[in-house]
């Protein structure tokens, strides 16, 4: 039995060159466009304004993350050092494994349940059927498996596991979604962590297989470095939290703070909690599932949405900065994570800017000297691009940044959920329960904005006023029509 | 794995959105479109100057009756001319008064030092060539001291003014000095831009469609070659020559614009 493979760390030359560049380029570009002298029409200036604080924010709290988890080693040893006893033959606990279902194709849910039933250590595999099929209940029958329904389907995934655990017992349990086929060493690394009787959680990545399809491909790299850095960060400051799969709790813990909270981003509010009452939590990092990506449009979006909405309920409602249960760490990291959901505001405002100035002459910043805006903005502009190359030594792929693109209308459907306090129902990434779902209703900023982008090419060409700011504003709408064609030409719609 | 459950509700919707996602797209544009092409065709409509000529106001430096008056409203001056000739008898009498007893009388000989200046102020003369706009006063009435005699126009200084919106005096600000086109003369003249000022509403006498509530620029050229001036009555109508002219006005999307105008604002 193996510890795990854990990265080791080194610090590579290009995550330093993003530590020690970031700010200073940040500065730079700062201190130009927070200069009030050089605005020109003041409203729109505002905008400007507040949508490159918000993208300097979430910059800077990638750059804090990064840091962190740069320069202090010792999250990635300490967990090394667990001991083993709860795998020793005298001491095994007992552990019940649950697998989400909601509308999964069996086929799906079949590889993923006998993967958890063939799982080391001893445990009860219970497969958790929201949708109360016949089939699935049969195929549990027929292979050994404990098979869950309820009458009613309140609260979606958290009703669900509230409800097997009314009718289970274990020490500790395990949440695995219908679509994440778990490794048989699942529980074998993550187990042994419980060790520790303030541990409440212990949480391992999310990995897709289905990587050739363009939106799986599109977030393959964010979601990299979510895990490859932010949520090995988190654990120094014991703010892990939740995804929602792959993850093993202690029962006790959950009984203590009144079950799995009934939100639809249940996974991050669950931690929230849990970290509120002095829990520990920690991520492994360590694939001991691996699943399917959203590979629709309309799944794609919902999934981002719901992120969204529980990320910004956070913020919103929770007030994470001011919250007396957190420590001032995780207090710092959930404010981090959640105003990453912001980003849809600067996204759009960084396509129609352009869009703005070709149709109607009216720009944030007095360009009279293009050279000097350049100088100041393009290092930040290319921070940007260079971060996934920085931090993971990748290209950045044309996919990840179209869907970074589209992303602006889901994540601020999110926001304006979480404002206006909005219900929506949970939806399974692979479910094909889609009843009436229009394709244009979840793409039409998208197709609107292309359409504005081509026709403020033609019109600002007429009679331009000045050569270079039509020059630099068309060249930035000509790559927001390339990558929203892109998206919506190469993304798979149902 | 797909499931082809064609929805005709759902294929509604979608068509739907396009065609009115793409038509607010399209009015968009084509009001953005229609505003550059007026702000366009604005620059490109003629601009008309005024001559202003430098107003000179003479007025008499002594007290008499106006004996002579030598020119008429609208004639034409050369500097140093005698425009007007006041009767300086009552004053020469008193003058050789004076004369006689100025030995014996120093108050006399003050008196008369200082009646000496004004000896010649009884002529008055054209200061600068120029043309003779107003009379203020007739043969045979009385003037008294700093009283307006005349009022002339001087051929030097002569200024052109205009009104116009902001986007013609942005392109007429970029260039240097432009012509200006006299259609009595059949002449073109150069003109450098001299001042600038921002007036609230213009004079409804130019060529362009006037923008509601627009600030206007009011414009100060003057001749380059400071002779041109004198040529010219004052308020004489001059036409800028827009360089832009020189090429085709009608473009391409000119012509979209006025299909533009017509369907969406029925013009």
Same mark, same amino acid.
């Given at each position: 039995?193996?510890?795990?493979?854990?990265?080791?760390?080194?610090?590579?030359?290009?995550?330093?060159?993003f530590?020690?560049?970031?700010?200073?380029?940040?500065i730079w570009?700062?201190?130009?466009?927070?200069?009030?002298?050089?605005?020109?029409?003041?409203?729109l200036?505002?905008?400007?304004?507040?949508?490159?604080?918000?993208?300097?924010?979430v910059?800077?709290?990638?750059?804090?993350?990064?840091?962190?988890?740069?320069?202090?080693?010792?999250?990635?040893?300490?967990?090394e050092r667990?001991?083993?006893?709860?795998?020793?033959?005298d001491n095994?606990?007992?552990?019940?494994?649950?697998?989400?279902?909601?509308g999964?194709?069996?086929?799906?849910?079949?590889?993923?349940?006998?993967a958890?039933?063939?799982?080391?250590?001893?445990?009860?595999t219970?497969?958790?059927?929201?949708?109360?099929?016949?089939?699935?209940r049969y195929?549990?029958e027929?292979?050994?498996?404990?098979y869950?329904?309820?009458?009613?389907?309140?609260?979606?995934?958290a009703?669900?596991v509230?409800?097997?655990?009314?009718?289970?017992?274990a020490?500790?349990?395990?949440?695995i979604?219908?679509?994440?086929?778990?490794?048989?060493?699942?529980?074998?690394?993550?187990?042994?962590?419980?060790?520790?009787?303030?541990?409440?959680?212990?949480?391992?990545?999310?990995?897709y297989?289905?990587?050739?399809?363009?939106?799986?491909?599109?977030?393959a790299?964010?979601?990299e470095?979510f895990?490859r850095?932010v949520?090995?960060?988190?654990?120094?400051?014991?703010?892990?939290f939740?995804?929602?799969?792959?993850?093993?709790?202690?029962?006790?813990?959950?009984?203590?703070?009144g079950?799995?909270?009934?939100?639809?981003?249940?996974d991050?509010?669950?931690?929230?909690l849990l970290?509120k009452n002095?829990?520990r939590?920690?991520?492994?990092?360590?694939?001991?599932?691996?699943?399917?990506?959203?590979?629709?449009?309309?799944?794609f979006?919902?999934?981002q949405?719901?992120w969204?909405?529980?990320?910004?309920?956070?913020?919103?409602?929770?007030?994470?900065?001011?919250?007396?249960?957190?420590?001032?760490?995780?207090?710092?990291?959930?404010?981090?994570?959640?105003?990453?959901?912001?980003?849809?505001?600067?996204?759009?405002v960084y396509?129609?800017?352009? *869009?703005?100035? %070709? $149709?109607?002459?009216? +720009?944030?910043?007095?360009? @009279?000297?293009? /050279?000097?805006?350049?100088?100041? =903005?393009?290092?930040?502009?290319?921070?940007?691009?260079? *971060?996934?190359? %920085? $931090?993971?030594?990748? +290209?950045?792929?044309?996919s @990840?940044?179209? /869907?970074?693109?589209?992303?602006? =209308?889901?994540?601020?459907?999110?926001?304006?959920?979480? *404002?206006?306090?909005?219900?929506?129902?949970?939806?399974a990434?692979t479910?094909?329960?889609?009843?009436?779902?229009?394709i244009?209703?979840?793409?039409?900023?998208?197709?609107?904005?292309?359409?504005?982008?081509?026709?403020s090419?033609?019109?600002?060409?007429?009679?331009?006023?000045?050569?270079?700011?039509?020059?630099?504003?068309?060249?930035?709408?000509?790559?927001n029509?390339?990558?929203?064609?892109?998206?919506?030409?190469?993304?798979?719609?149902? | 794995?797909s499931?082809?459950?064609?929805?005709?509700?759902?294929w509604?919707?979608?068509?739907f959105?396009?065609?009115f996602?793409?038509?607010?797209?399209?009015?968009i544009?084509?009001q953005?479109?229609?505003?550059k092409?007026?702000?366009?065709?604005?620059?490109?409509?003629?601009v008309?100057?005024?001559?202003?000529?430098?107003?000179?106001?003479?007025n008499?430096?002594?007290?008499?009756?106006?004996?002579?008056?030598?020119?008429?409203s609208?004639?034409?001056?050369?500097?140093g001319?005698?425009?007007?000739?006041?009767?300086s008898?009552?004053?020469?009498?008193?003058?050789?008064?004076l004369?006689e007893?100025?030995?014996?009388?120093?108050?006399?000989?003050?008196?008369?030092?200082?009646?000496?200046?004004?000896a010649?102020?009884?002529?008055?003369?054209?200061?600068q060539?120029?043309?003779?706009?107003?009379?203020?006063?007739?043969?045979?009435s009385?003037?008294?001291?700093?009283a307006?005699?005349?009022?002339?126009?001087?051929?030097?200084?002569?200024?052109?003014?205009?009104?116009?919106?902001?986007?013609?005096y942005?392109?007429?600000q970029?260039?240097?000095s432009?012509?200006?086109?006299?259609?009595?003369l059949?002449?073109?003249?150069?003109?450098?831009?001299?001042?600038?000022?921002?007036?609230?509403?213009?004079?409804?006498?130019?060529?362009?469609?006037?923008?509601?509530?627009?600030?206007?620029?009011?414009?100060?050229?003057?001749?380059?070659?400071?002779?041109?001036?004198a040529?010219?009555?004052?308020?004489?109508?001059?036409?800028?020559?827009?360089?832009a002219?020189?090429?085709?006005?009608t473009?391409?999307?000119?012509?979209?614009a006025?299909?533009?105008?017509a369907l969406?604002?029925?013009?």
């Open positions: 039995m193996k510890a795990g493979k854990i990265f080791a760390k080194k610090i590579p030359a290009v995550t330093f060159l530590l020690a560049a970031s700010p200073l380029v940040v570009y700062a201190a130009y466009i927070f200069n009030v002298n050089n605005a020109d029409n003041l409203f200036y505002s905008i400007q304004i507040i949508a490159d604080s918000i993208a300097m924010m910059l800077l709290g990638l750059w804090l993350t990064v840091l962190i988890d740069t320069l202090i080693e010792r999250h990635h040893r300490t967990f667990v001991n083993f006893s709860l795998l020793s033959d095994v606990p007992t552990v019940d494994v649950f697998i989400t279902v909601y999964e194709p069996l086929s799906v849910i079949e590889k993923t349940a006998r958890a039933r063939d799982m080391r250590v001893l445990h009860n219970y497969v958790l059927d929201d949708g109360n099929s016949f089939e699935v195929f549990c027929q292979n050994g498996i404990k869950i329904a309820r009458e009613k389907n309140d609260h979606a995934k009703g669900n509230n409800n097997a655990l009314s009718e289970t017992d020490e500790f349990f395990a949440i979604d219908a679509d994440h086929v778990p490794e048989p060493e699942f529980l074998e690394v993550l187990l042994p962590y419980m060790e520790d009787k303030n541990l409440a959680m212990v949480q391992s990545p999310q990995h297989r289905n990587i050739e399809n363009f939106i799986a491909s599109g977030t790299q964010a979601q470095v895990y850095y949520c090995p960060a988190k654990n120094i400051s014991n703010s892990a939740s995804v929602g799969t792959n993850v093993l709790f202690r029962r006790s813990a959950i009984d203590q703070i079950g799995i909270a009934l939100n639809n981003s249940e991050i509010w669950t931690s929230f970290h002095g829990w939590t920690i991520f492994v990092n360590q694939v001991l599932a691996i699943g399917v990506a959203p590979d629709t449009i309309i799944s979006f919902k999934q949405r719901r969204a909405k529980g990320g910004l309920d956070i913020l919103i409602n929770e007030s994470p900065m001011r919250n007396e249960g957190l420590e001032l760490d995780q207090r710092i990291q959930y404010f981090i994570s959640s105003t990453f959901f912001l980003v849809g505001i600067p996204i759009l396509i129609v800017m352009p *869009i703005i100035y %070709l $149709l109607f002459d009216e +720009k944030p910043l007095l360009i @009279t000297n293009g /050279t000097v805006w350049l100088i100041h =903005y393009l290092p930040y502009f290319f921070l940007y691009f260079a *971060i996934t190359f %920085l $931090l993971l030594r990748q +290209k950045l792929r044309i @990840t940044m179209a /869907t970074a693109l589209a992303n602006f =209308y889901p994540y601020l459907l999110g926001l304006f959920s979480v *404002i206006f306090d909005t219900e929506q129902e949970w939806v990434t479910s094909k329960k889609n009843s009436v779902d229009p244009m209703k979840w793409i039409w900023p998208h197709v609107f904005l292309l359409v504005l982008s081509i026709l090419l033609i019109v600002g060409w007429y009679n331009p006023t000045e050569f270079w700011a039509s020059f630099f504003n068309s060249m930035w709408v000509g790559l029509i390339f990558l929203l064609s892109t998206f919506l030409t190469r993304a798979r719609y149902k | 794995m499931q082809k459950n064609f929805s005709f509700r759902e509604l919707f979608n068509t959105m396009v065609v996602v793409f038509l607010i797209a399209l009015m544009s084509s953005a479109l229609t505003r092409v007026n702000s366009f065709q604005s620059i490109t409509s003629p008309f100057f005024e001559v202003d000529k430098k107003d000179l106001v003479i008499a430096q002594v007290e008499g009756r106006v004996k002579t008056i030598n020119v008429t609208g004639q034409s001056v050369k500097a001319e005698l425009i007007v000739e006041l009767d008898t009552a004053f020469e009498r008193r003058v050789s008064l004369e007893v100025a030995d014996q009388n120093l108050s006399a000989r003050t008196e008369l030092s200082v009646l000496r200046e004004d010649d102020s009884f002529k008055i003369y054209a200061p060539d120029g043309v003779i706009d107003d009379i203020n006063i007739s043969e045979g009385y003037v008294n001291r700093e307006r005699v005349l009022t002339m126009f001087s051929d030097t200084d002569t200024r052109l003014t205009s009104f116009v919106t902001p986007d013609q942005s392109e007429i970029n260039s240097g432009v012509n200006v086109y006299s259609d009595r059949e002449q073109t003249f150069k003109a450098k831009l001299d001042g600038v000022r921002q007036a609230t509403r213009g004079a409804g006498n130019q060529g362009f469609n006037q923008n509601t509530g627009d600030s206007f620029f009011e414009l100060i050229f003057r001749f380059e070659n400071a002779e041109d001036g040529i010219f009555i004052e308020k004489e109508s001059l036409q800028l020559i827009n360089p002219e020189e090429e085709s006005i473009r391409p999307s000119d012509r979209l006025r299909i533009w105008n969406i604002l029925g013009r």
